[in-house]
């Protein structure tokens, strides 16, 4: 290989050909000839390619019979040389002029390298719901190589994803150092009269300074922490309010090393808890071991559901929202793998390697709680918990 | 208005009747019924609309005759209810069973809504190409309502956004403060030896933490900070990595205030700088100074930029990209508004109110430079620049 710049990748070499490998076979059963693929994840997954450019139009083109191909805007062109695995001459850059101009789309700069690969008439896989296509990016693919075809390939990589392999866990669990170490920081922190902003402040420091001797990495999830009435929406950041005595706030977090995520939730109640919030407390962690328990290899991911939903039913909390997601490598907005959703309709197969954030939030008409793992399915057994600290509410009176 | 929950929305009721009077006028001179937003950032500055919500299908739908409609998943609506202005009954949810389901696309579930109030044969704008409206969501909308209309209406808001009012200024001037302190601790942290991410780490304690007695918002983009030859690469992020001497830094930041940014830009040079960086940080400031005088209502985009690029020749240096972009309100993935750019084909005129990032970053093959501006265009006169820090190359020797 050709490189310019000397590479710090995260994975070996044989890592990504199993990846690469993964996904041919995929296109091979979809019969596709070429996949696009814009999702900043699944172009990382497969190239190692790093960088915040994914507000522009940009992605990696699979071939069958060659190697990946980048292409991006011209100043991104250096940060993919020095980070894709591919060699020099599979990093391609369109021009500056391109980028939001109403007079011409850099899709049609793609399609016109897409002729030149002789592809004006194959199948080339896009992932139309995935981050970042737009519905103009296909319009002008479709204008612009009219003979071709371009089937929809949506999710088509963050299936190869699903099972991880001992590099990546190994990501991960670093990812859950970093985790621990927020919520370590949190619950020392939090009391009556802090205004929220700082204590986020303290959260992204922490996450960033990483654990364990491993620098930390930006989340694909800003922290979410809302109190009493508001920890009944799950997805409110923060103000410069206080946090107040007599409120319960819940605290998503996520450590991240090297793009590799653990997400990890808890909650803090701020004087004494009254009882419907101790009572959700006892259904909520019966219903996450039961979970833990039917979260393993051979069972399904509907299992899991059903599992958590037993206690919560006899504790006549009904939550109505799926309760997890695969979790691994993540660019913003998402750190889920937008594959399987861990809710009773969900029929597929755990294995060995999975990994999901069980997610049983609780958000209410006037209240809310987060206890959540992420968690490893194992070869045998229940499922591994990433991190470890008390599965509870935590209570400073 | 009938409001469940108390509101501390960012802006006045007035404001709100601006915003959407644009909009509705820029929608009639579309030839539109309706406008179907997606883009995070304009469903907020329409409606107040705030929370980590985006990475699900999602937006705000805008009719001639009635308040906008906030329309999202089922849980999110509880963040809606206490962030955006309209009655409680203008927003609506979608069942999580929804969610990144492969049975069932939520945009089935709006139009149906859509056709419940008549549009069946409306002709409704949809932002082909913003943030975050998939291939695959058009799809889904144009084959539910196969006699309705789906002009491509990108980008419609983002420019109504342009000339900021005195409330959002009054926001930005906040930001600029944070942008300021940002700045000031890179300037007084940056050390040879000091691994990089311990220095993100204080960037974001810094930014979250606020300034002048106004909270921190998180930016639309994590800090950028490549070294040396990386500095090549606009968009890379960090790592453990420490400083080292001999090399120059580029740290590209914004403060946020409330999502309102402002980014800002200064580069540290560890040890002696090189003669060529000395003379592209000379030609550097040269080109900012003449581009800020040109920077005044009545002129163009493009005098901007041709200010900028005649010194910057005078010294050899030829860029190749935009020189900046409008600034203001923003969520993931970009600071930007993605109407006008700072480039010599762009012929918009200037108007008091409007703010740019004045953005001429130097990537070069093997080095690079950025020393920036956020401005705001005057009634008369050259450029107010947001911040007030000194426009130079920082040296450490």
Chains 1, 2 share one sequence.
Not at 274 to 281: G, M
Request: proline share 6%.
């Amino acid at each position: 290989m050709d490189h310019k710049f000397h590479k710090d990748l995260p994975f070996s070499a044989a890592e990504y050909a199993r990846r690469l490998s993964l996904t041919r076979k995929a296109m091979d059963v979809a019969g596709l000839d070429a996949l696009w693929v814009t999702d900043p994840s699944n172009m990382a997954w497969l190239t190692g390619y790093d960088g915040w450019s994914f507000y522009v139009h940009q992605g990696v083109l699979v071939l069958p019979d060659q190697d990946p191909i980048w292409w991006g805007r011209n100043q991104d062109t250096n940060g993919a040389l020095r980070t894709v695995w591919m060699s020099d001459d599979h990093v391609w850059g369109y021009a500056d002029n391109y980028v939001q101009s109403p007079d011409r789309h850099p899709m049609r700069d793609l399609a016109v390298r897409m002729a030149g690969l002789g592809l004006e008439e194959a199948r080339i896989g896009v992932e139309t719901d995935n981050y970042y296509f737009s519905a103009k990016a296909l319009m002008v693919l479709t204008e612009t190589l009219a003979r071709a075809q371009f089937p929809d390939a949506t999710a088509l990589v963050n299936w190869q994803r699903g099972i991880k392999s001992a590099e990546e866990i190994t990501f991960m669990r670093r990812a859950a150092r970093i985790s621990e170490k927020i919520i370590d920081g949190l619950v020392e922190r939090v009391e009556p009269g802090i205004p929220k902003n700082e204590v986020v402040a303290e959260i992204l420091r922490d996450a960033v300074m990483g654990a364990d001797g491993h620098w930390g990495d930006y989340a694909a999830i800003v922290p979410l922490l809302p109190s009493g009435t508001d920890a009944a929406a799950p997805h409110l950041t923060w103000d410069g309010r206080p946090f107040e005595k007599g409120q319960a706030t819940f605290f998503e977090i996520a450590g991240c090393y090297r793009r590799y995520h653990t997400p990890f939730c808890r909650s803090i109640y701020l004087g004494t808890p009254p009882d419907f919030i101790r009572i959700a407390e006892a259904a909520l962690i019966e219903g996450l071991e039961a979970g833990l328990e039917a979260a393993r290899a051979g069972n399904r991911a509907s299992d899991i559901a059903h599992a958590l939903a037993a206690p919560l039913d006899r504790a006549g909390i009904e939550r109505g929202a799926r309760c997890g997601y695969p979790i691994g490598l993540s660019y913003p907005p998402d750190w889920g793998e937008r594959t399987i959703s861990l809710r009773t309709e969900d029929e597929t197969v755990l294995q060995p390697g999975m990994t999901f954030h069980f997610m049983p939030g609780l958000w209410m008409a006037d209240w809310g709680l987060e206890i959540t793992e992420s968690i490893l399915i194992t070869e045998d057994g229940a499922a591994e918990c990433f991190c470890d600290r008390p599965r509870q509410l935590y209570v400073k009176p």
